[in-house]
């Protein structure tokens, strides 16, 4: 049987796809013999990508259990050499996405071109 530690080491990049995706992790535990993920992403796009991720792991998933929801409104916190085209190819996997970010930030954006380091964006 394999421990909580040697599973999230064989998961790692899992987790790591997640963090690039905008997982919000609300549980990670051992759940018997498996692996037991929580979590939220800010889109289908992202939940495909961890999917994906789990797949290039073990095609079978036979030791891990994830348990990951859609919800938009996520908020996303702008890093130094972000666009609003790179947050959405991030988060949508299309960099075109970026108008429904700007759309839904108008309150706080007045030009797609003109983000802030440390600005608090909502993803639709």
Do not use: C
């Not at 050499?81 to 959405?88: P, T």
């Not at 309150?107 to 639709?124: A, N, T, Y």
Request: hydrophobic share 35%; aromatic share 8%.
């Amino acid at each position: 049987m394999a421990s909580f530690d040697d599973l999230k080491s064989k998961y790692n990049s899992v987790i790591q796809k997640g963090h690039d995706v905008g997982l919000r992790v609300e549980n990670l535990q051992m759940d018997g013999e498996k692996l037991y993920v929580k979590g939220v992403v800010p889109s289908d796009y992202a939940k495909n990508q961890i999917w994906d991720a789990i797949k290039g792991v073990d095609a079978s998933a036979a030791d891990i259990t994830a348990d990951i929801n859609v919800q938009s409104g996520e908020v996303y916190t702008v890093a130094s050499g972000d666009s609003l085209s790179k947050i959405a190819k991030r988060f949508y996997g299309d960099a075109g996405s970026y108008q429904k970010i700007f759309d839904a930030n108008r309150d706080v954006l007045s030009d797609p071109d003109k983000i802030q380091p440390g600005q608090k964006l909502k993803l639709p």
